[in-house]
């Protein structure tokens, strides 16, 4: 059974840095693209990076040049560094990704991890 189970959040005041982790595990044949995306209450769902297996980034442009997509393949992990934080990035924050782990590419999420930018 695939898990993407996401840790690193917290509060942070503006203008400083958090990493979030997302630890993925199961029987997992491929990785088409994994990423990071965020929600508020009463929005939807917005991209804020993505990794494709090939290790091409691409970012939101409300995070370009401030967050930071990796994979570290040996420890089965996707990082976001955040640098600079705003308030306006407070939000949950869900590890994606497109697996192949069996027949075709499912999408898989973790169960999110909060972050919060306050003075």
């Known amino acids: 059974q695939v898990q993407l189970v996401e840790s690193g959040g917290g509060l942070v005041e503006p203008g400083g840095s958090l990493r979030l982790s997302c630890e993925y595990s199961g029987t997992i044949f491929s990785i088409h693209s994994m990423g990071w995306y965020r929600q508020v209450p009463g929005k939807e769902r917005e991209m804020v990076a993505t990794?494709?297996?090939?290790?091409?980034?691409n970012y939101s442009d409300s995070v370009k040049g401030r967050f930071t997509c990796s994979r570290d393949r040996a420890k089965k992990t996707l990082y976001l560094q955040m640098d600079s934080l705003k308030p306006e990035d407070t939000a949950v924050y869900y590890c994606?990704?497109?697996?192949?782990?069996?027949?075709?590419?499912?999408?898989?999420w973790g169960q999110g991890t909060q972050v919060t930018v306050s003075s």
């Open positions: 990794i494709q297996s090939g290790d091409s980034t």
């Open positions: 994606y990704g497109r697996l192949w782990v069996g027949a075709a590419w499912d999408d898989y």
